[in-house]
Each structure stands twice: as C-alpha cells, then as structure tokens.
C-alpha cells in the first residue's frame, strides 16, 4: 500500500539511483581526464598506468560497494540468526546442508559471534555438519567478495566464485556431518540450556529497511574502504610495475605445486574480501592462473586463524583439524578444477 | 532496573557498552550496568548474535550497536 509518506522516500531513491548510474558510466572517461589532463601523465609510462587504474578502480568500486552493500542490508532485514536457526532446526542432513550454506550468505553474522551462534544452533537440534555448512558459508560467501570480484573481474568469475563457495559449505558441511564428531565437541556445549532469546522483530516497515541499507552502508563500507583504497594500491603498483607473465612460471597453471602453497600461504594470513580482491586482480593480470589465485583467496577468507583460535572455545582440536583439513581439501579441488577447465 | 551488554569483547560490543554507558548518565539513571562476555552465561540467555542488550533479563536487540534512541525508549 502507497502512503503518502512512501512518495518521497521513493522519489528520493530514484534520484539516487539515476546520479549514481551517470557518475558510475562515466567513470572511464574520468579516471583518463585525470591522469592525463589533470595530472598531465605521459601516456604509455609505467607511472601513467599505475596511476589510471587507481583513479578508475578505486570509485568504481566504492561505488558498487555502496549500492550492493545497500541492497543487501535491506535483504538481511528479513533474515535474523533467531529465524535462520527456527529453519534449520532439526533438519535431515543434505537438505540441511544446502539450506544452511544459502541462508549462510544472507544471515546477518560476524565472526565474532561465530561461538555464541555455534551453541545457539547446536543445543537447539541443528545437525552438527549442517551447523558447520552455515559457519563456512557465511564468511566466505558474502556480499563485499562478490561485488569486487564483479568490479574487477567480471560477472563470471563472481559467478563461478558464488557457485563453487556454496559447494565448498555444502561439501564439507556434509562431510563432518557423516564423520560423527559430535564427541569432539566441548561437553560443556551439550549441557547449556540454552534461552529461547530474542525473537527480533522482522516486521519493519519500509521506512525501517532503508534505514537498515543506510546503516550497513556507513557500518560495512566505513570499515572497509581503507582496505578496498590499500588493495587497489597494491594492485595497482603491480599492474603499472610488475612485467607481463612475470608469474606465469610460478603461480601459472602448468605449476601443480602452486595451488597447494597458495592454500598454506592463505590460512595463516588475514584480511578480508576488500582488501584480497584487488591483489589478486593484479595477478591475474600477471599470468597468475584463476585457479591458483581464487584457492588462495577462498584460503584467506574461509579458513583464518583468528577464528580458529575463536572456535577452540566449543571445538577439540581434532574437530578444528578435520574442519580445516576438508575445507582445505575443497578449496583445493576447486583451484585444480579451474586450472584445468579454463 | 538491571541492563546487560552481551559480547566477547569485540570494538562493536565495546562500542555498545560505551552508548549504553552514554544514555545512562545523560538520564542520571540509577539503572545496574552488567557486561557478560561468558560465552556460557551468553548461550543461557539465547543470545546468537553479538553485541547484544537486555533490559531486566528482557533481550531487547542483538547483533548490532543501538542507537542511543533505541536505549532511552527501553529505559522509559
């Protein structure tokens, strides 16, 4: 139903949207007035190149970050943990599995609450393997991943990313279900009676939804964005300095020991989707292979070692060991799946 | 009046504590300020997502950091 309040919300909106699509389009043609007119770069030289790439990447994608960033927030308006575990609970396995990595990806969660959210689901009957599928797919899968992978490399590979990460949650999710690890669980979880907790309204009105867009916005992008400016930087240091096929020897597909060490290299290291997309843009652009560079960059993402020291809190150290052996066996498969594919 | 901060100790839910802690001296309110970072204590009141608030045992949000709004209109 359309208030009379709705009209400038909606006009407004609009408005946004056109002046975000004109500035967005015509971006190229800035960035080259800037280095070449503006800053009166030689065109052709190494600085020049550098130079051209940070002006266009770098609000191109801050940009794509503000609307997806947006949109999403208002999408996870419908989605709270307290509805998502109501969902998932008592689950069969496989179904479960696939249900919990897709809500996994629109589920409000930060990594910090990971341990609450564990015992939350676990006391009230989610399936251990299922409750894990959601912990894979939540970090990994996520809206800022997707956008820069879009941004700065196109539709098919954030396609190819968005598939082949829900495949990893499944898999693996379903994999530790089957294994039985229940008793490598901290005992003390078993024995929480856990509250019912809050039942968070869902019910807000249209005004309250943009407001929770708005407020995603200025929460997500005001804590990304330096890492989002450092990795195109970086990217673009490499893209104006690095020679072409300068990786191909060592992170190119015709070597099979590279996806393996781009794995073990990305587990200990920790940053996220802003500040790893930009990075591995400027490999690819250096003869790195996909594959290798997307293994590494699921590496860095889904298994870190923060939130590993996090989870000992409820897990054994057996159960951390499977839960980083089989989501390293995936992030494995799928780095020599598209090396040998494309 | 008992009001507790639920979180592990991450910069969200310190930034919680420091609005809550906010709100309640610009009301001079007597209110008992609690800060749980127990993940058991946690699990027990059914908190899933952290920051979270509760207001005489009463979850009033979770998941994200209240507007200073949000605490004058539960302390009301």
Redesign the interface.
């Known amino acids: 139903m359309w208030t009379r309040r709705r009209w400038p919300l909606a006009l407004a909106g609009l408005a946004a949207a056109a002046v975000w699509f004109l500035a967005y389009r015509n971006l190229a043609g800035m960035a080259r007035w800037a280095t070449y007119g503006l800053a009166g770069l030689e065109p052709g030289s190494r600085l020049a190149s550098a130079v051209e790439f940070f002006v266009y990447e770098a609000p191109k994608v801050l940009m794509l970050l503000v609307a997806v960033v947006f949109g999403v927030g208002i999408v996870r308006s419908f989605f709270t943990p307290e509805r998502t575990r109501r969902v998932l609970a008592g689950r069969r396995e496989s179904a479960g599995n696939v249900l919990a990595a897709l809500l996994g990806t629109v589920t409000p969660f930060c990594s910090c609450s990971a341990v609450p959210l564990f015992i939350g689901f676990v006391t009230a009957g989610v399936p251990l393997g299922v409750t894990f599928s959601f912990l894979i797919s939540a970090p990994m899968v996520n809206e800022v991943a997707l956008v820069l992978l879009f941004g700065l490399l196109g539709w098919k590979v954030a396609a190819l990313y968005l598939a082949t990460g829900l495949a990893i949650a499944i898999a693996a999710g379903w994999t530790i279900g089957r294994l039985g690890l229940e008793r490598h669980v901290e005992p003390w979880v078993f024995q929480v009676r856990a509250g019912a907790g809050a039942e968070a309204d869902t019910r807000l009105s249209l005004g309250g939804r943009v407001r929770a867009g708005t407020d995603a916005v200025v929460d997500i992008v005001g804590k990304v964005w330096p890492w989002v400016l450092g990795g195109i930087a970086v990217g673009a240091g490499i893209h104006g300095y690095v020679p072409e096929q300068f990786l191909a020897g060592i992170m190119g597909r015709g070597a099979w020991w590279s996806v393996p060490l781009a794995v073990a290299m990305g587990i200990p290291m920790y940053s996220n989707a802003a500040g790893i997309v930009p990075v591995v843009e400027a490999l690819l652009g250096k003869g790195a292979a996909l594959g290798t560079v997307l293994a590494f960059m699921m590496a860095v993402i889904a298994l870190s070692l923060p939130e590993l020291v996090i989870l000992r809190k409820v897990l054994r150290p057996r159960l951390i060991g499977v839960f980083v052996g089989v989501v390293g066996a995936g992030i494995l498969a799928v780095g020599y799946l598209f090396n040998a594919i494309l | 009046m008992v009001i507790t901060v ?1 979180g ?1 100790g ?1 910069a ?2 310190h930034e919680t504590e420091r609005v809550v802690r906010n709100v309640l001296a610009e009301l001079q309110s007597d209110a008992d300020l609690q800060k749980v970072s127990d ?2 204590a ?9 920051p ?1 608030v509760a207001i005489d045992g009463v ?6 950091i209240p507007k200073p709004d949000e605490v004058k209109a539960w302390l009301a």
Do not use: D
């Not at chain 2, 946690?42 to 952290?50: F, L």
């Not at chain 2, 979850?59 to 994200?64: F, H, T, V, Y």
């Open positions: 639920y592990p991450c969200r839910c993940y058991q946690m699990a027990a009141a059914g908190v899933m997502a952290t979270a979850i009033k949000l979770s998941g994200r």
